[in-house]
């Protein structure tokens, strides 16, 4: 199933031919602002390219914005496939002392941690390869709470007798743990520094 078509917005002038090249530049550059300010999740490049003029290049303005924000609270972050804006990590600890910001991790025991790790480093993976490197079943419910929280996402199905699903993280995943793409997750001593990867966690 593809994904699903945006409607056209008519009254968006995306071309911004009456204003001069550098406010046309500055216009532009404040509405992929906007855009990812408002998104909770990463926003992809052929979706910003909606909102600028036609062939100008989405990179270049995320690259300009992400200039004017040197210095601020908050950063242009790569995601998987798309950018958000975020608070910079220094910023974390004062914002958990003033402000009721939530966690979606807050409702995770240690052990849910656990599965997530081992599903990032194992993906994708089913649930009986959950248990293997466990060493015992992996409870649905365990796996609806990473559902839940949008951490993790059915995957392939397995190319096994039964085709069994499996599990994926999500960019979501990379947004709670403030990773632009897989290849940042840390080595296995870095989680064990971090007090994850126990009750048998298997990494490599």
Do not use: C
């Amino acid at each position: 199933m593809g994904k699903a078509e945006h409607p056209p917005t008519p009254d968006l002038d995306r071309e911004l031919s009456d204003l001069p090249p550098d406010l046309r530049w500055r216009e532009w550059i404040r509405r992929v602002e906007a855009v990812l300010f408002a998104s909770r999740t990463p926003v992809a490049r052929e979706d910003l390219a909606r909102i600028v003029g036609e062939g100008v290049s989405v990179d270049l303005l995320v690259e300009d914005l992400s200039a004017d924000l040197a210095g601020r609270a908050f950063e242009v972050a790569r995601l998987g496939d798309g950018w958000m804006l975020r608070t910079r990590a220094a910023y974390a600890p004062a914002i958990r002392a003033a402000a009721d910001v939530g966690d979606q991790l807050l409702d995770l025991n240690p052990f849910d941690i656990a599965v997530l790790a081992a599903i990032a480093y194992h993906q994708p993976v089913t649930r009986d390869g959950l248990k293997d490197i466990f060493g015992k079943e992996i409870s649905r419910d365990l796996i609806g709470r990473l559902h839940d929280r949008t951490l993790i996402a059915t995957g392939p199905r397995a190319p096994r007798r039964g085709a069994p699903y499996t599990f994926v993280t999500t960019d979501q995943f990379l947004v709670a743990f403030g990773l632009e793409s897989l290849r940042d997750l840390p080595d296995r001593e870095q989680l064990a520094d971090a007090g994850i990867g126990g009750e048998g966690l298997r990494l490599t």
